[in-house]
């Protein structure tokens, strides 16, 4: 059983426009939302991450926003740059656990076209 | 500081080899975590480390175990390695769950079975 899902295997767009990648979630019991980026070949690097008591939150060019009631988040770049090309996960936990063990979804490949 | 380092960076087994995954992190982290990563699948949590002293199954713990030697390093052994663990097994730490949500990833271990 899947509780972190992202439904869209691969995303291409051009160069200045924005990416907006989806994730949804089945457990209502998670708090805390990450997005972690991938390059081949390296560990994943945390990118940015919102609480569930928040529906938005923004970093530069990286925007996640958060949907309680739908159980879904999106990551918004703008504008998109081709080192962002990339891997992108998304991760939920229940925060404030004695774990913070992350619920890692399939990832999704975005190509940022020059 | 080197962050989450990991040995081998690469490796070979045959089918019924053993062999042991080295995790090591300068941070003064107190929370340690075991992945792997296969295509179409995410990240999977192995076994994990709340802090010095103790581990636990995650996901995904069949055929593996793993020792807390010190607060720096968090090593997985494979004692009979299967095909079925052909993987890219990544090293995570967190400085305290219920702190600070994300992990910081090491640059994994690409395992092949044979």
């Known amino acids: 059983d899947q509780q972190v899902k992202q439904n869209s295997p691969s995303l291409s767009v051009q160069e200045g426009r924005i990416s907006i990648l989806n994730c949804d979630y089945t457990n209502s019991m998670f708090d805390y939302f990450l997005w972690y980026k991938k390059y081949p070949a390296e560990g994943p690097t945390f990118l940015i991450s919102i609480s569930s008591i928040k529906d938005k939150n923004e970093d530069g060019r990286f925007t996640v926003f958060l949907n309680k009631s739908a159980k879904h988040l999106s990551l918004h770049i703008v504008p998109s740059q081709p080192g962002d090309s990339a891997v992108y996960f998304c991760a939920a936990t229940v925060f404030g656990g004695a774990t913070n063990k992350l619920i890692f979804g399939t990832g999704t490949l975005l190509a940022v076209q020059p | 500081n080197a962050g989450v380092t990991q040995t081998p960076k690469f490796q070979v087994l045959k089918t019924g080899q053993s062999m042991t995954l080295q995790c090591a992190q300068d941070m003064n982290h107190n929370s340690m975590y075991w992945y792997r990563q296969d295509p179409g699948m995410g990240l999977r949590l192995i076994y994990y480390?709340?802090?010095?002293?103790?581990?636990d199954k995650g996901e995904v713990p069949n055929g593996y175990n793993v020792s807390r030697l010190n607060k720096r390093e968090f090593s997985l052994r494979l004692e009979s390695a299967a095909p079925s663990q052909t993987s890219v097994y990544f090293c995570?730490?967190?400085?305290?769950?219920?702190?600070?949500?994300?992990?910081?990833f090491g640059p994994g271990t690409r395992l092949t079975v044979t």
């Open positions: 480390s709340a802090s010095e002293g103790t581990t």
């Open positions: 995570a730490s967190t400085p305290q769950p219920g702190q600070e949500g994300e992990q910081y």
